[in-house]
């Protein structure tokens, strides 16, 4: 078997939208630079995710230099979105977490809107100093994360894919499959595992830079969602449910929270140190 090696880097500007793919991302304390730095909020101030809105998935969010946005949807002008001004702050929950945020222009706001049918808010996080804890069960103290779920970094396998998907294959909704990565929305994708060996790990090295293996992902009604078509099925949580199950988890991949700074490249080696 070859060695493993880093076979693909994903970023997602804004949470919940389109991955990008990229050939390198600079890894801060609380996540990959440019990594779920925005994300949308109803009325209320809660955040919207693809769980109440499948077609988040339909919209793009390119990067552009200095951490402003580049929007774009099937059907649509795109519109460039500039990050900010630091000015007053809105509270808005993510999951359960309370945190302070500056909201984008209003064109953002009712371009986004109008390609979900729905209110929303573009807002974004920047500012250190209001970034959230991660829970202290699997954190050091005062370690940070943006707008992720709960952790800065998410790792899967492809030996690990492939394994699902021959479950998959084998079970009653065999047509589903096989499902890609991008159900997953990972930020590093690792080739030349064996199947499941992530599972085993607790600390790891992509290129130069080192890593805590924290925590199992528990997987949500997201990855049932089709990133291209926005259409929902009933794998992989059904598969997952069978043979990936922890009390109430569903699991796959792995959270990481990085334990120096640095730059990964794709084609980078990745050691397992523990």
Partial sequence: MPSPELSAVHIHPVKSLAACAVGEAAVEPWGLDG???????????????QRQQPRMAL?????????????TAPGGAALAVEVPEPRETAGV???????????????????????????????????????RLIDPAYARPGETVSLADGFPLLLTTLASLDA???????????????????????NAVVAGTDAWAEDGWSRIAIGEVTFRVVKPSAR??????????????????????????????????????????????VGDPVRILG
């Avoid at 598969?239 to 929270?257: E, H, P, V």
């Fill in 164 to 186: 699902l998907n021959s479950l998959i294959a084998a079970g009653d909704h065999a047509g589903e499959g096989p499902l890609p990565m991008n159900r997953f929305r990972p």
């Fill in 220 to 265: 949500c009604v997201i990855t049932t969602t089709d990133q291209h078509t926005a259409r929902r099925g009933s794998e992989p949580l059904r598969t997952l449910a069978r043979y990936r199950r922890s009390g109430k988890d569903l699991l796959f991949g792995q959270n990481l929270i990085p334990d120096t700074a640095g730059v990964i490249r």
């Fill in 35 to 49: 990594d779920r730095r925005w994300m949308l909020v109803d009325h209320t101030g809660k955040v919207v995710t």
């Fill in 93 to 131: 929950v993510l999951h359960r977490s309370r945190l302070d945020v500056v909201e984008a222009a209003r064109s953002a706001h009712a371009w986004l809107g109008e390609h979900l049918g729905a209110e929303v808010r573009l807002v974004h996080l920047d500012a250190p100093d209001r970034r």
């Fill in 59 to 71: 919209i793009s969010a390119t990067p552009v230099p200095g951490g402003g946005i580049v929007l």
